[in-house]
Each structure stands twice: as C-alpha cells, then as structure tokens.
C-alpha cells in the first residue's frame, strides 16, 4: 500500500469514525465492522479503485458490441454503432465512476436526505421540497413519458445502461459513501434526470432577493432606490455588440406590493436558506456563479480560423461536477463535459462545431404576496378567493419515525407559509423544459442553422450560448425561457391578489439577443448585463459588477490577432479591474496617517496583478472592504443587500458631495476624499491589528486559499477534501476567487481551436473522472488546473484510431443472447 493511500485510507477510517461520534443513527453510520474488515471493507474499495486493463461485460439491452476505451486520464471514449446502444454504454460507464454522484444530486432536489443523514437534514429537506422542483419534475416525467419522444428515448437508454450496472453490484463493491452511510443506491429512472435539470435550474436561477429590493423601496423611497439600484448597469461591455432597438417594454407598470407581513415571510424563508443550505450543494444562486465564454473570428485569430474559449464558475467539489466523454457514432462524434446523470455532453465540440456557456442571470423568478381569508386554507385573487391545494408529505428520517409535512400550491405555484403570512413562487423551474431535446440536437449539429434549430427547444436554465464552427461563424444568443410578465417594474414582492404579476408568454426565439460575427471580430459573455436599455423586453435589474466584461473586453481590444495560447492565457488572467477604477481616486489625496500613505504609494505602484506572491492584493481588499463598510453604513444596507460596488465608485468619481458617503457613526459630514482618507487610515490600522505592519506579513497566498470540498460539504468528511493551496486572484478577475476561502471558481475550461481538422479541443477541470477517494484519478487534475494548464482533448473517429499508449482499460460492453 502506498504512503498516500495508507493516509487516506486511515483519513477515511477517522471520517467514519467522527460521524459515529456525532451520533450513529442520526447520520446513517453502519457498524464499522463492514468498513474495517480486512478483506470485504475500505481496503476492498480501494482494491476496486482502478478499471482492470482489459475486460467484457454483457449489457442485455444492447443491440450489437460497444467499445469502452478510458484514457489515462479516464475519460470514456465510448465507440458504438448507434446512438442508442452508445447511451446505454454512457450510462454503463458514468455509473462505475460516480455512482454516488448519480444518486446524491436526485435525491438533494427531492428533499431526501434525511432518509440518508438523520434528522439534521430535516429542516433542508422541507425547504427544497417546499420550492417545487420536485413537484414539477414529477409533472414533466409525467409528460414525457406520455409523449414518446426523443426526450424519453434518450433517458430511457442511458437508465438502461446506468441500471445494468447497479444490478450487477454486490453489497461489498459499493462505493465508498454507500457503506459509510449505510444505504444502497436508487435504480435510475427517467425523472432522474429531470431532477437534474431542476437542479442546475435552481443552482444558477433561484434566488430570494426579492425581499431585500421590497425593503430597500420602501425605506429608501424611489428615485434614491432608482439611483443605487438601477434596471441598467452604466460600467460595462454589453454582450451584443451592436444597440438594440425599441422600447423596453409594454402593459401596465404597477407598483410593488408594501406592507411587512408578506415581505418578513420572505426574509424568514431567506433566512432559512442561508443558515441550513449555504454552503451546502442546495445552496442555490450565489452572486460568482457565473462563468466567462470569449471567441474570435478568422480575421482576429493567429491561425485565420475561430478560436472559442470557455470556463464556467461553479462551487467546486470531489468528486467534481463535470464528467468528461468522448461518444462516436455513424451520426455524431461529440467530445465535452456533462454533469452524471444528464444523459448526453452539456458542453461540448464535435467535427463541425462548439459552443460554451454562461448564466444569463435574467429574472426568472417572482414572489407574490397571497392575502389569506381566516381559515387559512384561501387566498384572494381578482375580487374573489381560491382555495389552496394542501398536500400532505412525509419525510422519512434515516433511524427515527417519518415526519409529517405539508405543501401547499396556488395557481401562481408553490407557497411558502410563514407566520399566517404566504408567499408563491412563480418560477421558471416550474414551466416544461425541453432541455435534453436541444442538447440531442446540439451534439448532432453540422452548421449553424443545425445548431439554432436545437437552440429552440432550449428552456432552462437560461444561458448566453456562444458558438463557433469550420465555416468561419462565431455567434451567441441569451438563450432561454425568458418570461414576459404582463406589468413590469423590477425586483420586489408582487402583488398575488391581482392578475398584474402574470406571465403571459414568452419572448420569442427571434427577439432573444443574439449577434452573429460582428464587425469587431470577436464576442463574449461575462454574466453582465446582455443588451443595453433599448432592448424591448425585460432581461432583468440591478446587474451587479460587471469587471469581467470591461477586462476581456480590454485584452480582446489590445491586440489585432489573438492565438490558441492567448485565449489559455486569458483564462489565467487574475488583474484586478477595481484597482483601475479606486486606485487613481486616491492619488492626488493628503493628509493621510504616514502608514497609510505607505499604503497609498504601494497601490499607485502596483499594476493590479492579484498573484500569491504580492502583498498589494490583501491591502487593497482590506480597503475595499473597509470603503464599502463606511459608506453603506445606514441600517437599511445592514439589513439588505448593499448597491452594487460600481455604484459606490460612480459616486466616490460624479457626486463626491453624495449623502450616501457621510459616515453616520461620526458629527462631520464626509465627502468622497475625506471617506477615502478614512478608509485607508482605517485599513493600515487594521493590517497592523490583524496581520503585523510589514509587507512580508501581506503575502497574497498566504491569506487567500483555494478549497475543493468532498460533494456532501460535510466537514466529518474533510479527508475527502483538497486543500487548501494558495490561489491567484480576486473577486470578479477573469479567473475568479470571491473570497479568502475560495470555494467557487472555474469549474471546467476549455478553448477549442477550428484551424485544425477536426477541430481540436484543450481542457481541464479540477479533480478527476473517478468518483472513488482512493483512486489516483479523483483528484488528478488538481496539481494542472491551480497552475493553469490544459490537457489535450481527444477524439478520434473509431476505437482503431485511438493510440494505444493512450489507452489506460478497454471495456468490451456486448448484448445478451
């Protein structure tokens, strides 16, 4: 056994023996006998750790032979003669890697983990079912079935395969979490990956700010609301280059509802977000999930062909979100990442083309206040009363008695009840999604007009697709449901009594924003804002910081052709945009403490590199941090979500004399330079307190970590973990890190270069394809991806043309008789 596998052995052995601590039966921990028995317990997980190097399988369902052939990364390079028998094949081999993956996510959107970790999850499990995704799941499966369509035929196949594995599984050859936490996994079936969806759906859309905009309206009144928290952002690159045109939108403006009864049930459900699921994989939409996507056209590229890049920010984990494969057939040969459970590649290339994605980030959700009658059971809509549907639910608690719920519906959706008070939920998760039609038609794609006939079928979550492809076209399109409401007016409660907060459609394909190579060569996405303000429909409001968008902008500007290595590099690019706009603020100040104009002088001189070797970076973020303290100190902002920082710099630059920069802990009125003055003195104050004065105390990588936690977060599993290791960068840089403790950043990148035939691919996530801790390929990549390399992505038509000094296992996957 080798020295690291001993020590992770005896992490894990420790791991268990923590959750046994907490409470055997509360956390679904089997006697540990099972786990320690020399021959059926971890060490026999870790024997299993590795595919053998050759190897047949029968798969009844099968209509003729399937090879399996994993790289030494292994990924699947997954041969076949028809699609059909490849998705089945899919399903075999993603559930030998990360079948507990498969089962978790599920069983997270349905509202069941208590069934597997006791008590402790009861409260998360009544608030995920409270917000509907699996009730709409179950409606859509529903649909789905009845229909027979490609939809279900591409489920049914890939849960032929998933299925035929976990039949064949002993007990003792379970993963690793399945006997630690004693239970066996689901058998898949199609409402799996639906829950999926629902689950990526809720992950970049749902969101409870609606309460913190109803209390800032309300108190802050409505031009300064309008001021700090605008439909529109002022400091940023649009998505589409060119002006829209038209108004931005029709039908009656009303105003949002105001009254604190409906909006503190809001703030209490938000609440219980935070304080059960954050941090938690059902933590829901946080501001940095996002992700960036840049190409450029043949006329900006070194090779004369496009060039697309892309990575997507996500909470990073072990084992990670994306799953790489490779599927050939007679009708595809489509290499990318999908997350297990989703049936075919999310994002991808084939022979002809590529696209990569971004979060939209547009409003694809409302809360609507519900004015109960006495009983409590009706609620009052257009001059009369509905009833509630009231279902009653029962969760089921891993060691204790199953526990009664009750969940309650409106024609609006679900409703959250809190304190006599009711909120529904009018959410994009809610609607039919035909999701996994159009990534079916995205992998089969020839050309672009292929490629925007899949993109009809796109619903959620909504995302800003951008393309490119052999014939030289670059494009991209905020792609999605995208509701048009029958009134408009921003963030806030709505009203449920009236018909005012209705959706009455959809905006149309055509009207979506979308740029086809534009004159500038190049296009790209950053979560900002995706059209200007003569866009006629409503995308969204209060579009936050959008630094990405103005650095890829400025790189993709500075140069007239840009290579393969330079989209690599931009993808590494950790400079820090917020020094560009802050730093000169200060630079014609005086009268600062003689620490902190030291201070001043080091953030002239630096050129806003955000590396682990500078002490630049920590002295800026403690300014940052420090400057949006002093100037949202009035208790509204403590209570709410604060503007957005590029509105505080707008007002530091254009109104030094704004109210909203005096200090309200002191007697004098501050304008721009004086808040300025005191937020450095204040922060030399604070690195001499906190760190020690000295640069050497500063270092950048000293203070800011990256971490990669185990899937379930849970800290009893932190030998599952990775990390922490010094991480570049900063909050909104091009390679993103929010915080001193990253947990979020680029969760896969790629860059596809078309100057070559076929297209070829480089990519790299950060763990590994096996969902097994004591394989060497869970967390593999790690050591590449902090250094910010790529591996080579391959893709060869046949199993034949595959070298086989590449090849780490061959699975031969054959039919029953």
Known sequence: MTKRLFLLFLGVALSALALVGLGTRAFGVPPLGPLLDPRDGLYRTARLAEHPSAAERVLAALDAPVTVLRDVRGVPHIFAESDRDALMAFGYAVAQDRLFQLDFIPRVVQGRLAEVFGPASLEADRFLRSTGMAWAARRHRDALLAEG???????????????AYIDGLEERDLPFEFRLLGYRPARYEPLHALLLLQYMTYDLTYRTDDADYAVLRERLGEADYRKLYPPYSSLYVPIIPEPGSGARGEGQVVAPLEGEGATSALMQERAVLQAVLRGTPAEGFLLGKGSNNWAVSGSRSATGAPILAGDMHLSLTLPAIWYEVHLATPSMNTYGVTVPGAPLPVEAFNEHLAWAFTNTGSDQIDHLALDLDETGTRYRFEGGYRDLDIVLDTIFVQGEAPVLDTL????WGPVIRRDGEAVALRWVAHERSSTLRALWGMNHAENLDAFEAALRFWDTPMQNILYADVDGNIAIRSTGLLPVRKSIDGAGLRDGSTDGGAWVGRVPFEALPYALNPAQGYLSS??????????PYYLGHDWRDAYRSLRIDSLLRSQPRHSVEDLKRYQADVHAVQHDLFTPLLDTLTGFSARADTLRQMLAAWDGATTVDRPAPLVFDEFLQILRELAWDERVFVEARRPAETQLFLLLRDEPRSKWLDV????????????LRHALDATADTLAARYGWGEENWRWGDHHKLVVRHLTQSEALRPLWRGPYEFSGFHATLSPAGRRRTTHTASWRVVVDFSQSPP???????GGQSGNPFSPLYDLHLPDFLAFRHYELLKPVTASAMDEAAVSSRLVLRPGE
């Open 760 to 766: 070829q691919g480089y990519g790299i996530y950060p």
């Open 408 to 411: 309650v519906y409106s024609h």
């Open 664 to 675: 309200q802990a002191t007697d004098e009125r501050e304008d721009a330079a004086t808040l």
């Open 149 to 163: 369509s490609v939809e279900r035929d591409i489920v049914t196949w890939f849960g032929e395969g998933v299925n």
């Open 526 to 535: 950053t979560n900002q804002q995706p059209a200007d303000s003569t866009y």
